[in-house]
């Protein structure tokens, strides 16, 4: 079920790309008039809802059921990496063009899969470069624990981590990985995992209830790092645009919770 926030998250964004629309057609207006000067545009919409299945047969609509049953030239979204995927199988089937503008799993590089998939933001397997430089490099950790979600945005996104991490010069030693289904809301299995491999993960679990919400709908890859100077957690929301930083406690040594889209 959608929340309220993301309700109102697609309402925009459905608003704006109306006004876009409007405004291309406008031959009169004096706004980019030379752009497709002989083409109207039309436009169908099918919400994904943020679940795959919901994407999946809201892509066969747009490609098959609307404007009378012509279908649509092109398909803008998903604005999540697994709804895409599940849309990108129609697309690529109905030969229909696809491209996102915040999908970022890995798993969509895939050409042959994704035959007729396109996005405008990088793979996560650039970012993961830079977090593992970032880890290593300005906070001088030395090893990490990882906990991540088992839908297709956070299994990619971590193994993304993983070998980003394995790869570096030296390697960033991965303690323990840790998964969860994502609608978990209770995490105390994952946390046990953290305090078997180090005890700062005690630390570790009341900062993230403060940087997180117990439910992480869309959620992908938690980072509990320690080592170096001390421990460090990070988080990736799909869709999610904000970044903070918290102070640790000095009875611990330095502490960040660092919190960010992927």
């Known amino acids: 079920r959608r929340s309220r926030r993301g309700w109102a998250s697609a309402q925009r964004s459905r608003s704006r790309r109306r006004v876009q629309v409007n ?10 008039d030379w752009l497709l000067p002989n083409t109207q545009l039309k436009y169908a919409y099918r919400d994904s809802k943020r679940d795959d299945s919901a994407a999946f047969f809201g892509a066969l609509a747009l490609t098959q059921d609307v404007f009378g049953g012509d ?9 999540s990496s697994g709804p895409s995927a599940s849309a990108a199988i129609v697309t690529a089937r109905s030969l229909t063009p696809q491209i996102s503008y915040s999908s970022s799993s890995p798993l969509l590089s895939d050409g042959r899969a994704y035959s007729y998939f396109l996005r405008t933001v990088p793979s996560d397997a650039f970012q993961s470069d830079a977090i593992v430089d970032v880890l290593q490099n300005l906070f001088e950790y030395t090893s990490v624990s990882t906990i991540a979600s088992t839908d297709s945005y956070g299994s ?30 209770d995490f105390s299995e994952q946390l046990r995992g953290l305090r078997n491999v180090s ?24 980072c509990a790092v320690h080592g170096g100077l001390g421990y460090c957690a990070w988080r990736a929301v799909s869709g999610g645009a904000s970044s903070r930083a ?15 889209r992927l």
């Open 156 to 185: 990619a996104g971590i193994s993304a981590f993983l070998s980003a991490a394995a790869n570096a010069n030296p390697p960033l030693a991965v303690l323990t990985s840790q998964n969860f289904a994502r609608d978990t809301t």
């Open 71 to 79: 279908g649509v030239s092109a398909i803008v979204g998903a604005a």
């Open 199 to 222: 005890p700062g993960a005690r630390d570790l679990k009341s900062r993230a209830r403060r940087a997180a919400p117990v439910q992480l709908p869309g959620c992908c890859v938690w």
């Open 23 to 32: 405004e291309i057609n406008d031959k009169t207006d004096g706004v980019e």
């Open 246 to 260: 918290a102070a640790g406690s000095p009875d611990h040594g330095t502490h960040a919770l660092i919190a960010g």
